[in-house]
């Protein structure tokens, strides 16, 4: 019989004491800030980033990257993948200075987390405890992936790719499985967060929609509704998004990926189009078109494992909330 105490104890014991409740005090003011100016998804995009330098064939930390926190240091946050995300570091700068026993890596999967929910997404089963670096020479190299040729094996949306693959798929497997750890069902759940947020020229480059309404595209002006509630703001204008309901979480990226494909106003990146094309992914986003549930189910234990990458826990084995 397995131990139901290995994780979960500790929040039942109240474990994790004072940086508990004063994470639940943080995720009612991350809730409060994503409610007023809609920056859901660049919270899950920072916290992404930062989980995304985890590499499997490194064992020490925190040399293997992860869930610890780096991404709010200069080194990481100028690679170029990171471009635009000092905006979301700005956002949580200020929640962190009002609760400094919570960690820098906490409040970034915390705010991510509570960002998907927000947007009508699953709930996460999320636990804390994570220790952050505590200087820029804690950072992790953007060359310091084995073969890959920057970015600390972040992926790149479209061809060259900086790992040397021939194809999109083949990029996925290297980025997410290599050197993350990922299967293959679970770079299809994971990759489903692109049913929210944008694409900025100024930021990645990657499309010709920018910054303000003369730039944004058909979906992303400030008139444009994309909340689940329906409610009239999106925050900035501008950019290019995967779905045309951008800011609510649910499975149109796989529902309506011809309209992505068609529709020169929203985005679909080989990477994308990798999921439905390659034989062994294809089945799984098959699946998470005609059942969104399937897919709250397995996005959520694929968020999880991401918000984990690479982390040290204090409490060893961490803390619920
Ligand atoms: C499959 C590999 C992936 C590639 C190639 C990729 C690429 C990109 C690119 C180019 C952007 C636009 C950035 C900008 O211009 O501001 C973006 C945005 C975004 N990505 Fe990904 N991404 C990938 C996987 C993921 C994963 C695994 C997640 C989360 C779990 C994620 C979440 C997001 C979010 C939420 C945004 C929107 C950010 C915003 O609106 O500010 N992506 N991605």
Redesign the pocket.
Same mark, same amino acid.
Do not use: C, Y
């Given at each position: 019989m397995g131990n139901i105490c290995s994780d979960g104890c500790f929040g039942m014991l109240g474990g994790g004491g004072k940086q508990a409740s004063e994470l639940k005090a943080c995720r009612e003011e991350l809730k409060k800030l994503i409610d007023d100016i809609n920056c859901h !998804?660049?919270l899950?995009?920072l916290a992404?980033h930062d989980s995304g330098t985890y590499d499997q064939r490194i064992k020490d930390w925190p040399a293997r990257g992860g869930a610890n926190g780096a991404i709010r240091f200069d080194p990481e946050m100028n690679m170029g993948a990171n471009a635009?995300l000092a905006k979301a570091r700005g956002y949580l700068e200020d929640i962190q200075k009002k609760h400094p026993s919570v960690s820098w890596a906490d409040l970034i999967q915390l705010a991510s987390a509570t960002a998907i929910e927000m947007a009508g997404g699953p709930k996460i089963d999320m636990k804390y405890g994570r220790v952050s670096v505590t200087s820029p020479s804690e950072c992790v190299g953007p060359k310091s992936r084995e073969g890959f040729g920057g970015n600390a094996g972040l !992926?790149? @949306?479209k061809p060259p790719f900086g790992c040397g693959a021939s194809s999109a798929p083949e990029h996925?497997r290297n980025v997410f499985g290599k050197k993350m750890g990922f299967t293959d069902q679970e770079i299809v759940a994971?990759?489903g @967060?692109?049913t929210?947020?944008?694409?900025?020229k100024e930021?990645?480059g @990657?499309c010709p929609f920018g910054y303000t309404d003369a730039a944004a595209s058909k979906y992303t002006k400030s008139t444009c509704v994309a909340r689940k509630d329906n409610k009239p703001k999106i925050g900035m204008a501008g950019g290019a998004a995967w779905t045309k309901n951008w800011l609510t979480f649910d499975n149109s990226y796989y529902t309506k990926y011809k309209d992505a494909m068609e529709d020169s106003d929203l985005m679909w990146?080989p990477?994308d189009q990798a999921l439905h094309e390659d034989p062994v992914f294809k089945p799984f986003f098959q699946k998470y078109a005609e059942d969104q549930s399937a897919f709250f189910a397995d996005y959520a234990k694929a968020?999880k494992k991401?918000s984990e990458l690479g982390a040290k826990w204090e409490p060893a084995g961490g803390f619920k909330i």
């Open positions: !998804p660049i899950v995009r992404w635009g !992926p790149d @949306a996925l994971i990759s @967060a692109h929210i947020g944008r694409v900025f930021r990645s @990657a990146f990477t968020h991401l």
